[in-house]
Every structure is written in C-alpha cells, then in structure tokens.
C-alpha cells in the first residue's frame, strides 16, 4: 500500500463531532436487558393463570392448599436470577469478541470500539476486515469488497477511491481506507444490526415444539376447567369454599408452568457453562443447532492446524542464485501490507532490510492474494534497474497440466507439507498491469522458479477432537483451499478415516445431486474455492443433512452464513465473527465438543423432563373429564397435588434438565414426546379415579373424605413415581437415589404426625392402602409396557442413553 496520504481527523475534529452527537451510537446488544428478562419470566400466560387460583386461594383459604403459588414465585426467580447470569456471561464475553477497526487520527493508526467511530473518520482496511459505517473509498491498493451479506451477490466488487462502500460489507482482498460518510443509525446495517440481539430465543425446534405443545394443553384445558368448575358448586352445593377449593386442584396440575421455565434455564445454564470455556455462544438456539448437527466441514488452516507456519525448504527450479530469490521473496513479503499466514512465514524466513537501510528493491503494482485465484504478485523493480512481474501462489493453478515441477509438489504434498510457487511472468513495457490482472481462471504463462515449502504446525488438540465426532457419529468433511493431497496427509496424521483418499474439489460435479453424492463418499477436499464451500453446504443439507461449518478467514464467510451452524474462531477476521453463530474465543477446536455436549444435555433433557410435565397434565385433564362425568367430588385438594408435583416433578426436573447427555437430537420432538406422555397420562388418571372411586365405595357412611382422598393420593403418587423411574432412565447411582429420595420424601410425610395434618393424608385401615397399592403395580405394569413398545419401535428410547 502507498505511503499513508491523509492523516485522518484530528482530536479537536473528534470532540467537535463527538459534542454535535456524530459518533456512532448503534447499541451492540449482546443479550436482553435486565427488564426484558425479568418481563419474559414474570409475565406469562401460564403464570397469569396460577397467579389468580393463587389469589382464589388465599380468599377461600387455608394457605396450605395455596402452596403452588409460592412455587411458581420461587421458580420464576430461579429463572430470573439464572438468565441475568447468562446475561452476564454474555456481555463479558461480547466485549472480548467485539470488532475494534483501525481509525487514523493525527496520522496515527489506532484500534478503538465501534461505537467511539465519529463522522469523517479515517478507517483503514485490510483482508477480513468488516466495513463497520458507511463511507467512500479514499486509498484502494487492490481492494475487492463482498458485499453478498447485503446484496446476496456473492462475487466481490473492487473498489476505487470514490466508491461507496456499505456497512456489513466485508475486504476479501487487497487494503485501502475509506471516509465514514453516515454512522450510527443513519449506515445501511444499522437497522439489522440493532434487531439481531445475539441472545435470541427463536428458530429453534425445541422452542416451537414447547410452544405448540403449550397450545394443545390450553386447548384441552379451557373446557375441562370450564365443566370442572361447574360439576363441583353443583355436586358440593352450599359448601362454595370446598368447591373452589376442589376446582382450583383439578385445574392448577393442567397447567405445565415448570417446562418453560425449565427450558429456559437450560439455555441460560448452557451459556455460562460455555462461557467459562472462552466460548460466546452469539445466538441460543445454536447450543441446540449443534446438537443436532451430523456433518461438520472443518477448513484445516486455522482449525486442524494453528495459524502460523514455518518455511521448511527453499527448492530452486531454474538455476537461480538463492540470495537473489531470497530478495525477492522478501521484497513480495513487504509489498502486502496484510499478509496472510502462508506471506507471514516467508516475511520471517527472508526479511527485508529496514527503509532507512535500503536494499534498492521497490514494489510498483500489487495483485493481493484472493482465496479465489489462490495466488498473489508484484511488479518489482530490483537493485539493478530490472522490472519484473512475480507471482507467489498454488502450483496447480500457475502451472499448465504435465509440467515437471508439478512431479515434485505431489511428493511434498503426499508428506503434509504445504508448496507454494515462485513464478515470473511477463511485464509489459511501463507496468505490470497486464500480468497482473487477476484472471482466476486457469494457468498462466509462467516460468517456475522456486518452491517455497512450508510446514503447518498441527493443533495438539484436534486429533482427540476428530476423534470424538467419530465416537458421536457426526461426520467430519476437511474442506480446504490447500492442495487437497497435502490436507489429506494432514488429515491422515490426525486419525481422520477416509482422508488418504483425498479430492480436488476442481473435478467435483458442478450441479447439487452430483456433488452431494461425491461429498458423501469422500472426507477430504483441496482446492475448494469460496464458492464450493458454499455449494458444498447446500448440497449435503439437500440431502438432509444439517451442517455446521467452521472457519476463521474470509474465504470462509458465504460458507458460514449458510451453514446451519456457522462457527468462527476468536483470532478469524471480523467478517466471519459477525456472521458465525458461535465464536471459539480461545481459538481451541477442542472446544466444540463442550458445544455440542452442552446441545445435546440441553434437548434431550428437556425431552426427557417435558414428558414428566406432559403425562401430569394429561392425567388432570383426564381427571377432570371424569369427575364431571361422574358428578363427584374432585379428588384432591390443591394441597395434595403440589405435594405430588414437587416430589414427581418439580424436584427431579431440576436435577434431570442439568444432567450430562450425548446423544445427538433427533426431530420431531413434539411427536415422541407426546406419544408417550398421552397413554402414560390416560393410564395414571383411569387407575387413579378407579382407586378413587374404590375408596368411595369402600368408606360409604364414614364420614371419610380425606381417606378417600388419601387413598387415591398414594395410588397417584406410586404411578407418577414409576414414570419417574422410567423417564430417569439409563440408571446411574444418582439417578436411582433421586428417586428412592422421592419416595423416602413422600413416606416421611405420612409417618409424620404434623405433616399428615398439614397436607390432609390420612390413610384409614389396610384394606385400602394395600388396594391402592395394587392398582399402582397394575398402571405401573401398563405404564413399563407402553414404554418398551415405543422404544421398540426407536420413536421413543432413553434420551441420555
């Protein structure tokens, strides 16, 4: 790049600006406010309901019968207090992960935050840089813009001094600087960019599913509540206080207050959990994307291999003298003002002496390196007076099919390493212009000089890591820009399977079918162009795959938006931040299985706890029909069912929702949890008004409603402790003490004096407790057969198995 020409604004034009409100005052948000935490946990439809039979409660009395709605309130904190530390996390986080673009005030290049951006500023870019205001080209030096975030057109444009650049737009190539000519909510993005809260509660299966599974409880809830109230004023008649007692407990357990609430704090406790692994987790569903995720495309530099590297070798082709070559691999290194990883390597092999010194070598015109061309160049003008045009980049690409140094290249590629070649082309009389114009198609005429060969330096980790996707049945795709044998013997010395038979992505079939049937055969692709990697996603998701992409470079920016799942390291460029879901901070691929782990405790633990929750109100609703069939009183009082509900539910729910789990997601959570929540719900209320309806029979002219009661309390809370004991299941020692501890709660409860009182459970003789007994073991015999014919037929099964 030339010699800065404009120095930017100077302190006294910032502070002007800054007290006119020019600054670009867009809010970043990372996460909700306190206040809509607070309103999304509070104000509720479910909670508005428990809220007024709260109130009924506490009119009609005793307080006892009024302890569901200090559970609600105590849940609601839970779930309040949970989400502001995620909030937290979140925030700490986004501050690390924040873009800080590089603004020349008084002549001086600084990082500042986005939001200290004044109108007028001077903003240098540079690869993968993000245009983060609106602005006007001032210094272009090759700079090609993609603008496809904004326009959807993914070719990039190069810019001109003059031209418009937009916010949301991103440097793919060359460096330059531009004037901020609109800034704050007056830039193209900053709409979007103020609507996308990173803590976002949308597009997620898990969500919806609770959603419409919500709308069909309050579907079966209005009517049975409706003929609930009106069965018991009629069957109690002057006794008012009872009845409304009676009704507030058939419809209070319809109500499944705890799942929401539950998935929430899931997500929250997922986010902070991640967070202390260095991991910003941008959008919440994508803790659930990825543990739905079966193919993961990995780009090798940056990933399997760490950012830096190491120049190995020095190949001579033509004879040339090695100081000589060695100049002009330091003068190409100088002439980039961005280099990228491969650039740096050599710029550290073969420095080039300081300005003040002089080494007589001078750059005229710059052809940037592009993941496109997979080259770069310069004209330079040696010692001597000589102008030459070089060209620094892949062999295969430089060099026509069948030329000898190509025989070489195969050899150092089949052992890992990396090649890059020196080549001279043809200059025309004033510039290098013409051969360097750019042209990505095909060879050029080109004379081979030397090869520079490189060595990646492997990450440590990400052996264990492939390793853990094979365990976890996800497939991993290395799709790279690199010589496709080089990033299979890469890839090979990692353990990945199937990587020896790597492919160039040049011979893959252009049209979707075709590529996603050889992108299923194969594990390992070189020389993918950023526009593969973006057909290549598609294609595996058109064969209903889902697809998590992970890159840090800008060449891997289209493939990352329409991944499913994109994820961007800490150190990539600012463009692949802003479009990936999830940004490893720390820059450790190892910590993708903690992502996924976190996924996948999260869904099948709801899964798990949302059948709990589900089978309850089936077996209410199921009650309340036949109450008012029957014309009887209704069976319990609120009292007895929070008792069932905390112990059954409430307690282990917790405990289930935050257990380890490794099994990837499946869809159609709403249908496989349902089709065992419906029969194990029809089965718990039939035996329990069964026993119910015993007890009546069996206490006639007794006197003995609070043993009825009783009886059909302990047949209800056997069979709802055995769908416990199924949904808790693969058994490990806590989850088998989880529930011997519910029930040694519940037996506590009616050993002891003053608890019997306080929850009204009186169990009168033996004839039937042992009945209700009974008929729990029958419904649970029911209740394990359902079960296993469902896991038959693989719709069902253990959620952490």
């Keep these: 790049m030339p010699d800065r020409a404009a120095p930017g604004l100077t302190a006294a034009e910032v502070a002007e600006r800054v007290a006119r409100g020019e600054v670009n005052d867009v809010p970043v948000r990372s996460s909700r406010s306190f206040t809509e935490i607070v309103r999304a946990n509070v104000f509720t439809r479910f909670n508005a309901i428990i809220g007024v039979l709260f109130l009924i409660i506490l009119v009609v009395g005793p307080l006892q019968d009024g302890l569901f709605g200090f559970v609600i309130v105590a849940n609601t904190l839970i779930g309040i207090v949970q989400e502001l530390r995620a909030k937290k996390t979140l925030d700490s986080l986004a501050v690390i992960g924040e873009a800080r673009p590089t603004v020349r005030r008084d002549g001086v290049a600084t990082e500042i935050p986005t939001g200290r951006i004044v109108l007028g500023d001077l903003i240098e870019l540079g690869p993968g840089d993000k245009c983060v205001v609106d602005g006007e080209v001032t210094e272009a030096e090759g700079l090609e813009i993609d603008e496809s975030l904004l326009t959807g057109e993914a070719d990039p444009v190069l810019k001109q001094p003059g031209d418009t650049v937009m916010s949301g737009s991103f440097v793919v190539a060359g460096g330059g600087a531009f004037t901020a000519t609109r800034v704050g909510r007056a830039a193209y993005a900053a709409q979007l960019a103020e609507e996308a809260s990173r803590f976002t509660l949308v597009a997620s299966e898990l969500r919806s599913g609770i959603s419409r599974i919500l709308k069909y409880v309050t579907w079966m809830m209005v009517p049975a509540a409706v003929g609930l109230v009106i069965s018991q004023f009629v069957v109690k008649g002057n006794d008012w206080r009872e009845a409304v007692r009676r009704m507030v407990a058939g419809i209070v357990p319809m109500v499944p207050e705890g799942l929401v609430l539950l998935t929430s704090v899931a997500f929250a406790i997922g986010v902070i959990r991640l967070g202390r692994r260095q991991c910003l ?233 075709g590529m996603a049937t050889a992108l299923e055969g194969g594990t390992v692709f070189g020389r993918v162009t950023p526009r593969q990697k973006r057909d290549m996603v598609g294609a595996l998701q058109s064969h209903g795959h889902t697809v998590a992409m992970t890159g840090d470079g800008v060449n891997d920016v289209l493939a990352l938006k329409d991944a499913d799942i994109g994820v961007s390291m800490g150190s990539g460029s600012e463009a692949t931040r802003a479009v990936a879901q999830i940004v ?81 997601a499946r869809p159609h959570f709403v249908r496989r949890v349902m089709r065992y929540a419906v029969p194990a719900g029809v089965i718990a209320g039939a035996a329990t008004f069964a026993a119910y309806l015993l007890a009546r029979h069996y206490y006639t002219g007794r006197g003995a409603l609070q043993a009825e009661t009783s009886a059909a309390t302990l047949t209800l809370f056997l069979i709802a402790l055995w769908v416990l004991a199924i949904v808790a299941r693969p058994y490990t020692w806590w989850r088998i003490g989880l529930v011997l501890a519910m029930g040694v709660g519940f037996l506590i409860v009616l050993a002891t004096p003053w608890l019997q009182h306080f929850f009204a459970l009186r169990l009168v003789g033996t004839v039937m407790p042992w009945a209700a007994v009974g008929i729990a073991a029958a419904a649970s015999a029911a209740l394990e057969w359902v079960w296993r014919r469902i896991a038959a037929d693989g719709d069902g099964g253990d959620p952490a198995s």
């Design 584 to 664: 490893l901070l720390d820059n450790s691929f190892a910590t993708l299985p903690s992502v996924v782990a976190e996924g996948r405790r999260v869904i099948g633990n709801i899964e798990r706890v949302a059948r709990l929750f589900l089978v309850k109100t089936v077996y209410s609703v199921l009650l309340a029909v036949l109450v008012v069939c029957f014309r009887v009183e209704y069976p319990f009082l609120p009292r007895h069912l929070t008792l069932l509900s905390t112990l059954t539910i409430g307690v282990p729910a917790f405990f289930l929702a935050l257990a380890p789990n490794k099994e990837r």
């Design 281 to 513: 987790v941008q959008e919440l569903p994508a803790i659930e994307g990825l543990a739905r995720v079966d193919v993961v495309c990995l780009d090798k530099t940056g990933t399997l291999t760490e950012g830096g590297m190491d120049v190995r070798e020095l190949r001579l082709l033509d004879g040339h003298d090695m100081t000589y070559v060695g100049q002009v691999l330091g003068a190409l290194g100088a002439s980039d003002p961005r280099p990228n990883a491969s650039l740096q390597a050599i710029i550290d092999a073969y420095p080039r002496p300081d300005r003040a010194e002089g080494d007589g070598w001078r750059s005229r015109d710059v052809l940037p390196f592009s993941s496109a061309r997979k080259y770069s160049g310069a004209t330079l003008d040696s010692p001597g007076g000589e102008r030459t045009t070089w060209l620094l980049g892949a062999p295969e690409v430089l060099l026509a099919e069948g030329d000898p140094a190509l025989a070489q290249i195969d050899e150092l590629n089949a052992r890992g390493l990396r090649v890059l070649l020196l080549a001279r082309t043809e200059t025309c009389a004033e510039s290098g212009a013409d051969a360097l114009s750019g042209d990505p198609l095909g060879p050029r005429a080109v004379t081979a000089v030397a090869l520079v060969v490189l060595e990646q330096r492997l990450r440590p980790d990400a052996a264990d890591t492939l390793r853990y996707f094979a365990e976890q049945n996800v497939a991993a795709k290395v799709i790279s820009g690199d010589n496709a044998v080089s990033v299979g013997a890469v890839a090979s010395e990692l353990g990945l399977p199937g990587a020896a038979r790597a492919l160039d992505s040049r011979r893959l079939p252009a049209e979707r079918t």
